[in-house]
């Protein structure tokens, strides 16, 4: 029991992003500004599914009532992992007994002012979300991408390598080993999974979490070093492929 834990532990598949994105939540009062929603479909007088819609905000399906509502933020479109999540989760309560739990406490959080209720319902929403991802994960998809990848019974832990160590020089032979696969099967495993090699992932990975270092406030010096280019011009001529535009021009940089 103990060794399958820190399996566990050594291949978390969301610690790197839950580290690169802050997620935070915060009430809302009407179902079209939030994107995390408790409903009741069913006009049974408690909560019966959750909505987690990760880029975008709607209004309640038809006939539903809304229990309680937030919006979630964790990254927005800068966070890879919110772009391969699907439209919009739908989870039947009835079915997720970890999720109804939480769901109905959220929901009489909200419906009642105590004290600290903002903090108690905002990291409520958080371990909802996470708990969501999770299952999403889980399910993965039907078409390549990165939630198929983490999904993959064996190329998440070579994708889990390269989000926890992106400084790292990764050979195709050395991700190849931890994914147990050959040199051969992990290319073309990866690339029909992932839908790209494993070198252009760990390139966009770098860049990802480059762009947000410097929305942190940090030189294209300094983003550099920390996230594996040899150089700040390396890092530069990579970032205005990526996006289009050099690191100086990055909406929160601020030229350090």
């Not at 978390?12 to 500004?33: I, P, V």
């Not at 919006?71 to 309560?93: R, T």
Request: proline share 4%; glycine share 10%; aromatic share 6%.
């Amino acid at each position: 029991m103990i060794e399958t834990s820190d399996i566990g532990r050594r291949h978390d598949r969301l610690t790197a992003f839950l580290k690169a994105f802050a997620l935070r939540a915060t009430h809302c009062d009407s179902a079209e500004a939030a994107n995390l929603l408790i409903i009741d479909a069913g006009s049974s007088g408690g909560p019966t599914h959750l909505l987690y819609r990760a880029r975008s905000t709607e209004a309640l399906p038809g006939g539903a009532v809304l229990c309680a509502a937030s919006k979630v933020d964790f990254g927005g479109s800068a966070n890879p992992l919110v772009c391969a999540l699907p439209d919009e989760l739908c989870i039947s309560l009835a079915d997720e007994p970890q999720f109804l739990a939480l769901s109905e406490l959220l929901v009489a959080e909200s419906e009642i002012a105590r004290c600290g209720g903002g903090t108690v319902r905002s990291r409520l929403c958080e371990v909802i979300v996470v708990l969501a991802i999770r299952k999403a994960i889980a399910i993965g998809t039907v078409d390549a991408g990165l939630l198929a990848g983490l999904a993959h019974p064996k190329l998440h832990v070579s994708l889990v390598a390269m989000h926890d160590d992106p400084t790292r020089s990764w050979q195709i032979a050395d991700l190849a080993a931890v994914a147990g696969l050959s040199r051969g099967q992990f290319m073309a495993t990866f690339k029909q999974i992932v839908g790209q090699s494993p070198g252009s992932y760990l390139n966009g990975w770098r860049l990802i979490l480059g762009r947000a270092e410097l929305r942190s406030g940090r030189s294209v010096k300094s983003v550099a070093d920390m996230v594996g280019f040899g150089s700040a011009a390396a890092f530069s001529r990579a970032f205005s492929r990526k996006f289009g535009y050099p690191p100086v021009q990055d909406k929160g940089y601020d030229g350090g």
